[in-house]
């Protein structure tokens, strides 16, 4: 497989056509960017660990019968996927109380749901990705209603593998976002990355702060934190 030009760099990957039109290459960067970009900064080896950390959980995933985009895994930081058109929706499962849900509903972090609730940003860095619904994602026609119940329907049974897994870990999975793709035949399959800068993850005993949001919110130990998450996902059986 072989890298041919650029076809986009975003804040955290940068993503190359190949040889094979189905196929592109993404590398991960150490760059760390939060508020839509208005912080930016770096944490040492966290490509590294979201390219292995991101492949590891899609195998699992495809194991459980979720279609992902990965492929193979060429090196520390460069991963093989199929080539998608994203679906311009972030999704966004929630377990626990934190983070925005916190913030708009005012009230405290760390409240645990009786069922997880999901919700769709507008990907669209120029609006802040601002909030919507399912009827809000049909009027601006970023998906159909199949797509919308299909990416539904995946997003809660991609919960409750990752909840189970990260558990397994020691690991609770408080929330995180994740992006679909189409296919060239239209199959919806899991895209972009699942990681620390993607979830939201506190230790199960201690409830530490073991994600993006010790960058967030400048609490220092951030390399530490992801490392820490990279082990115990490797010294799982
Ligand atoms: P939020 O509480 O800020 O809305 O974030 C919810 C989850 O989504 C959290 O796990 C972090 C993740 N997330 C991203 O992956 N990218 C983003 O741009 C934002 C705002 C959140
Ligand atoms: N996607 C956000 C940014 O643009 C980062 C985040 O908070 O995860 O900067």
Redesign the pocket.
Known sequence: MKKTEQLYEG??KKVYCTDSPDLLIVEYKDD?????????GSIAGKGVINNQMSNRLMERLEKAGIPTHFVEELNERETVVKKVSIVPLEVIIRNISAGSFSKKYGVEEGIVFQQPTIEFSYKN?DLG?PLLNDYHALALNLATAEEIETIKNYAFRINDVLKAFWSECGITLVDF?LEFGKTSDGTIILADEISP??CRLWDSVTKEKLD?DRF?RDMGGVEDAYSEVMNRLMNHK
């Open positions: 804040k955290a760390a960017t939060a508020f839509n970009g208005l912080k930016k860095d990705d976002k800068d993607t993006k967030r």
